[in-house]
């Protein structure tokens, strides 16, 4: 990933088999770049739950900086947010986010990207 930074590029895809620690090596991209901010796309909580808690033991930052955007919980104001793409691509919450808002974007099984809530976004 930061061989592909170097050359100038913008967007990565990591493909790797289930179990293979794709999140935390996206966890130390994040803790290389060191955005100002940071957005997590997941399709399931589940999913949410368990990046959270290991994007905080790689980065070691104070729970403060971590967020969810799921459901009821709405904590846009954090430097790190992990966001479930139903609750991101409801029309009333999409116009609320800045496109400017967050400088490191991640989205799980970007396979689904083709899918409209993900082209929303």
Do not use: C, W
Not at 52 to 69: H, T
């Amino acid at each position: 990933i930061a061989a592909l930074r170097d050359a100038g590029e913008h967007k990565a895809v990591v493909i790797s088999a289930t179990g293979t620690g794709k999140t935390i090596l996206s966890a130390l991209d994040v803790r290389a770049y060191s955005p100002e901010r940071m957005l997590f796309v997941v399709h399931r909580e589940q999913i949410l739950d368990r990046a959270i808690s290991e994007f905080k033991r790689v980065l070691g930052a104070p729970d403060s900086d971590f967020g969810k955007f799921v459901g009821s919980k709405k904590e846009l104001d954090r430097r790190y947010v992990f966001a479930s793409i139903q609750s991101l691509t409801r029309a009333e919450n999409l116009e609320a986010i800045s496109p400017e808002a967050f400088d490191y974007v991640l989205i799980d099984e970007v396979h689904r990207a083709g899918a409209a809530s993900y082209r929303r976004l």
